[in-house]
Every structure is written in structure tokens, then in C-alpha cells.
């Protein structure tokens, strides 16, 4: 029987339990069984609502995910690579809407190659899983106690750059950031690994396929990423702020740690400390994000959460403090035991997943069991779908139809004039600081007070998704008074106008400022750098706002447009 052909039995035979409620989050599912040539969007009824259908030898290797505006982003299991084991993978592909390709990317050789997760940036570009190939003779030199070939991961960057064409923008590599207190006379020796939990013990449980990773996520807040490691039952973040460089150093990056560990957790005997492993196998760490009830805390599947034959999808509120994260030296890091659990209805030995949803619902896929279900906050099963045929789900999304169906807004850039930060315009917006949000920043522009790392964040005339700026790094100028009102001193001519306006500032505004001009449905329509003198005419009748940043201060009029 052709794959095929079996792909169309499997979907032909899928037993559905249904105890559909009202209480479900009103979303499509997205699934794409492991080594399936389909995926589907599932709605809440449990049909399906939508097929993508995939050439032979472009079968799902692990996970499947949606951008903004309908294309799904896969990890491919492509053949003929030189690693094998876990889901091995090699190829990167999207497809939009309606299953046309629009991007292949092969990331395999005999070095390295892709497996397990991916995990789609705001920007475009995709943050995979890769192992790379490291000799016993290099392994002996950085410390390793066994002279064995080992397969490190590391975590790339990779920037769509055509069709069948990609750039790596960036990367990380574990094997920049070792530890062993074996052999004083090779690379990465220190004589204590519990002091040093920003480091991975080589040593640890040493083998070939060393630390499994398996989930990857990505923080645009905080600039950071997550992952998980099947072998060392643990979650980690590092951070993305980082140059590539930077990423292989211990210094730099808004963290000021390079390429470090910033966090782990879930095992504390990995890094030579006391207390509890409540990680026992694990996939798909992730944060919890915005819009999400407990948004900021970091989730996963633990795979022996509760038992050896029963998962858990477990919750922790992270010790963070700026870009960093609390710790004392010789101790595990906080918390002791999970903030929150969901017991799962079954078991997975291998792969899962979970997502936590805007109404407080939790979507739950347990690959071993074959089935993928959705629960309330109070833990009640609302419904279940269990497929049969042997191929399990390894990962499951929900998407709502605002994020499936709408192009998303561009991705906002912040521009600096001295301490008045302006974002490109959208429909609303919110400022952060250090990534914390900053309460009542919800303007275009932003009065800085001091010097740090800020970001905004938008959203289009729907609603359907946020997209948030890349950070924009302030120096604060303290001779500035950018809080001071201007609006008085200020006056505009002629008003109401047929097309230009003249700002008379006597010299109050300086040499750096600039005027931004505003409908009544606060979009940015102009943005005119050190001029005095406005050009209206191409606008409509009505009317309008101008905001003027300066380093002397700021100033909002109301001009009248009458053609």
C-alpha cells in the first residue's frame, strides 16, 4: 500500500470521542500526525475543517505551527540524513492557505542536522533544533570522561531568503558552554559544576544522543529562548539578544551573560544540586504568553509528571529579575516543585505537548496515547479526539479565525528623538521597559525616564495577533526635559488650513524634533523630522493631531484641514 494510501485509511478509520461543551475556547486545532503526509484544522465540532496535503518524501517529522494569516510552518523528516535516532528531521518547509509552497530549506550534512522542534519568529525567520557531530578526540579535549562520539545540540536561527534558499542569522551552541571537574588539563575545567549552573556538565549522563532536545520556543519581550532536554529532564533559557559571537562567550547580550545558561530547572542534580526532579522526561518548553491567563510562566509536558504511566502538563513561575534570573550559588534554582499541574488523562513515554489557551482552557496531546483533548481551568475534560493507525501527534495548536484569516500588522520599529521614543503606527499599543510592562504606556510615543532596553508592542485594527518591536536600547539624557508641555507656547498657522500649516515655536523646540501628524483614528499619517513648515494637502478634509517631540519637550494641536 502506497504512503498515500495509507495516510487516507489512517484519516479514514480516526475514532473521535466527542463530549463537546460550550466551555471549549472557540479555535481551529492544528495537527499533523508524525511521518503523515496531511495536516489538518480541526473546529470545534472535531471535523475537519481544513487539509494541507504534502508531496511524497516532505512527511511530518515532529511539529507543525501557524503563522499569522494561515501559512504552517513544518518540521520535515526529509530522508537520507547521516544522524538517526529521535525524530530526525533535515528540512524546514511553508505552505500558505491553500498548500502552495512558499519555502523549502534543507539544514542536513553529515556535521549536523535538524530534529524534534522548530518554533516560528514574529520576524519571519525559524528557530530550529540541530545536532552536531562532535569526535571522541574532541570530546576527550573538552573534558568528557568517555571517549565517545556525542551529538550536542545546538539552536539556530535561519532567515528565508527564497524559495528553496536560507541564511543563518544567528546561533548557540551547547558545546560553548561546558563544565567537568574531571581532568584539570582539558578545556572547560572547574572544581565545583554546582557553582557554575550556567554551564552543562559534559559529564553528565554522558552518550551520543547527550541531551535530546526537543522544544524550542521563542519570548519577543524578553528577547530570549527556551528549550527542553529529553535526557537531562530539563528546561532551560538562554538568551537572543546576543550576537553570534557574543552567543559563544560568557558576556554580552541584554543579560550581559552571553551565551550562558540564564535558567534551568526541573532536575537540579544535572547541575550538581540537591533537591527534587520533578522534571522525569519532558517536551515542548514554552512560556505561557500574553492574552493567556498566568501569561509570563514557563509550561511544558512532563512526561512522568505524576507517574511512570501517567503525564503531567506542569507550570512554574520563574525567579526572573530583569534579564536575568535569581539564584544562589550551591543551590537549585526556584521553585522547588511545579505552580501548577494538570494530571493528564494517559500517558506519553515520548512526546506531547500542551498549550494554554486565552479562556483558561488547556489543549493537551499525548502522542503515545494517540489522542489530543482540550480541559477547563477546573480540569474537566471537554472533549477528546484518539487516533488510530500508530502514528501519534507529537505537538497540537489551537488558532482562532481573527489570527488564521488576517494579514498581521508589520512588525513595529521604535526611533529615538533624545528622551521621546516613537513607534511606528499601528492601532494600539503598549511600551515595556526591561521587559515589564509599563502601566498606562498605551501612546505612540513614549516619554523615556530612563536609560534601558524598550520595546512596544501592537496590534492591527482586529485584534487578531501582537507583534512587538525588536528592543530599542535608550540612553537616558538627563539634561532633557522631554516630560515638559509645550502645547502653550506653541501656536500653528493658518487653522483651520487648505493644505499647509506653520508651526512658530521662538526657539523652544531646538535643532531635534519631530512632528508627527494624526487622524481621528489615532493612525500616523506623517512623520516629518525637523521641519517647521507641513504640507498637508495630500491629506483628506478634517481633522487632525499634530505631536511634536523635542528635547526641550513635547507638544499636541489640533489643525482643522478644509479643501
Avoid at 496531511?38 to 465540532?45: H, K, P
Avoid at 516543585?337 to 493528564?344: F, K, Q, S, V
Avoid at 494637502?537 to 479643501?563: C, F, H, P, Q, R
Wanted: charged share 10%; net charge negative; aromatic share 10%.
Amino acid at each position: 500500500m502506497s504512503m498515500r494510501n495509507r495516510i487516507s485509511l489512517l484519516v479514514a478509520t480516526l475514532f473521535i470521542t466527542m463530549n463537546v461543551s460550550a466551555q471549549q475556547w472557540n479555535g481551529y486545532t492544528l495537527y499533523s500526525l508524525q511521518n503523515s503526509l496531511s495536516a489538518y484544522l480541526m473546529d470545534t465540532n472535531l471535523t475537519t475543517y481544513h487539509t494541507w496535503t504534502f508531496p511524497s518524501g516532505n512527511a511530518t517529522g515532529y511539529s507543525t505551527h501557524m503563522e499569522p494569516g494561515g501559512t504552517i510552518v513544518r518540521a520535515v523528516a526529509k530522508g537520507g540524513n547521516s544522524f538517526t535516532g529521535g525524530p530526525i528531521c533535515g528540512r524546514i518547509t511553508k505552505h500558505d492557505y491553500a498548500g502552495n509552497l512558499t519555502w523549502t530549506y534543507d539544514y542536513s550534512t553529515t556535521n549536523y542536522c535538524t530534529h524534534h522542534d522548530i518554533c516560528p519568529m514574529p520576524n519571519g525567520n525559524v528557530l530550529v533544533i540541530a545536532y552536531e557531530r562532535k569526535t571522541a578526540a574532541e570530546v576527550t579535549a573538552a573534558g568528557g570522561s568517555n571517549a565517545i562520539e556525542m551529538w550536542p545540540d545546538k539552536i539556530v536561527e535561519i532567515q528565508p531568503t527564497g524559495p528553496t534558499t536560507g541564511t543563518v542569522v544567528w546561533e548557540w551552541h551547547t558545546w560553548d558552554h561546558l563544565v567537568q571537574n574531571v581532568d584539570a588539563s582539558k578545556a572547560n575545567y572547574q572544581t565545583s559544576i554546582v557553582d557554575h549552573p550556567e554551564l552543562i556538565n559534559i559529564n553528565y549522563q554522558q552518550a551520543k544522543d547527550w541531551q535530546h532536545m526537543n522544544g524550542v520556543d521563542y519570548n519577543p519581550i524578553l528577547d530570549q529562548i527556551a528549550f527542553s532536554s529529553h535526557n537531562m529532564d530539563e528546561w532551560y533559557i538562554i538568551d537572543h539578544s546576543t550576537t553570534t559571537a557574543e552567543a559563544a562567550t560568557h558576556a554580552g547580550g541584554n543579560s550581559g551573560k552571553g551565551g550562558d545558561i540564564l535558567y534551568r530547572w526541573g532536575n537540579p542534580a544535572a547541575y550538581g544540586a540537591s533537591g527534587t526532579a520533578i522534571l522525569n522526561v519532558t517536551h515542548d518548553a514554552h512560556w505561557i504568553p500574553e492574552g493567556v491567563p498566568n501569561a509570563g510562566r514557563l509550561a511544558g509536558f512532563n512526561n512522568r509528571g505524576v507517574s511512570n504511566s501517567q503525564s503531567a502538563a506542569d507550570e512554574i513561575i520563574t525567579p526572573i529579575n530583569g534579564y536575568n534570573y535569581n539564584i544562589t550559588l550551591g543551590q537549585a534554582y526556584a521553585p522547588a516543585t511545579y505552580t501548577a499541574r494538570h494530571a493528564c488523562n494517559g500517558y506519553s513515554s515520548n512526546m506531547g505537548s500542551t498549550q494554554q489557551l486565552p479562556n483558561g482552557n488547556q489543549l493537551i496531546c499525548i502522542a503515545t496515547s494517540s489522542k489530543v483533548y482540550e480541559i477547563n481551568s477546573a480540569g474537566t475534560q471537554l472533549w477528546t479526539k484518539t487516533f488510530t493507525g500508530g502514528m501519534g501527534c507529537s505537538q497540537a495548536r489551537k488558532y482562532d479565525s481573527c489570527y488564521i484569516f488576517n494579514t498581521p500588522p508589520a512588525i513595529p520599529a521604535i526611533t529615538g528623538a533624545v528622551n521621546v521614543l516613537t513607534s511606528t503606527p499601528a492601532t494600539t499599543y503598549q511600551w515595556y521597559l526591561n521587559g515589564v510592562l509599563i502601566s498606562g504606556a498605551n501612546s505612540q510615543t513614549y516619554n523615556a525616564t530612563q536609560s534601558g532596553i524598550y520595546v512596544v508592542r501592537i496590534t492591527d485594527a482586529n485584534g487578531c495577533v501582537y507583534r512587538y518591536s525588536p528592543g530599542y536600547k535608550h540612553t537616558q539624557n538627563a539634561d532633557a526635559v522631554a516630560d515638559l508641555d509645550l502645547s502653550d507656547a506653541l501656536s500653528v498657522y493658518p487653522n483651520p488650513t487648505n493644505g499647509t500649516v506653520n508651526i512658530k515655536d521662538d526657539g523652544l523646540l531646538g535643532n531635534n524634533f519631530n512632528v508627527l501628524v494624526i487622524d481621528i483614528y489615532g493612525r500616523t499619517l506623517m512623520n516629518v523630522k525637523n521641519n517647521l513648515n507641513l504640507n498637508l494637502s495630500e491629506l483628506s478634509s478634517g481633522m487632525y493631531t499634530l505631536v511634536i517631540n523635542s528635547d526641550k519637550g513635547m507638544a499636541t494641536k489640533k489643525v482643522s484641514l478644509k479643501k
